[in-house]
């Protein structure tokens, strides 16, 4: 979410946890409609990741993560935000090998580990709020055309 700390540090923690839970909930929807597997959310950020599971190629599985990705854009504009504030995402893509497991003993936790997991992470923070950022893997795992910000 851009510009989530400053919001964070604005808004009632209720009305935050309202805001998280309406927004995840619209994007938990649109996991299953694209076969994305939900890895996990971390504060403000919501992780997805296709291609695991030996369905289908890297293609494919990108395929649909973008297609998620262009969705999540969309659906944001529905979501409500707090009074006086706006509400955007950013998206980063990359695609590559990752490791998952479940970590922990107290309170254990399936998650996914890697290079990928992390050159994501970056394509998001780095990128253009509202827009998609693939990062050249990603855009070269595509055998369509995506429409870019």
């Known amino acids: 979410i851009v510009g989530w ?9 209720q009305q935050l946890i309202a805001l998280l839970n309406d927004l ?3 994007f938990d929807e649109l ?4 076969g994305v597997f939900k890895a996990e959310t971390i504060g403000d950020a919501y992780i997805v990741a296709a291609g695991h599971e030996g369905q289908a190629g890297p293609s494919d599985a990108t395929l649909r993560v973008v297609e998620f990705g262009l969705e999540m854009l969309e659906k944001v ?4 935000p707090p009074s006086g504030m706006q ?7 990359h695609t590559g090998p990752a490791y998952s497991g479940v970590v922990g ?10 290079d990928t997991v992390n050159t994501s992470a970056r394509m998001e923070t780095m990128g253009i709020p509202g827009c998609i ?3 050249t893997a990603a855009r ?10």
């Open 5 to 13: 700390t400053p919001m964070s540090e604005s808004v009632p923690t």
């Open 24 to 26: 995840f909930s619209a």
């Open 31 to 34: 996991t299953e409609k694209h």
């Open 77 to 80: 504009k529905t979501i409500r």
């Open 87 to 93: 509400l955007q995402i950013r998206v980063g893509i």
């Open 105 to 114: 003993t107290k309170v254990p936790k399936y998650s996914f580990f890697g």
């Open 133 to 135: 950022n693939l990062s």
């Open 140 to 149: 070269q795992a595509l055998t369509t055309e995506i429409a870019a910000c």
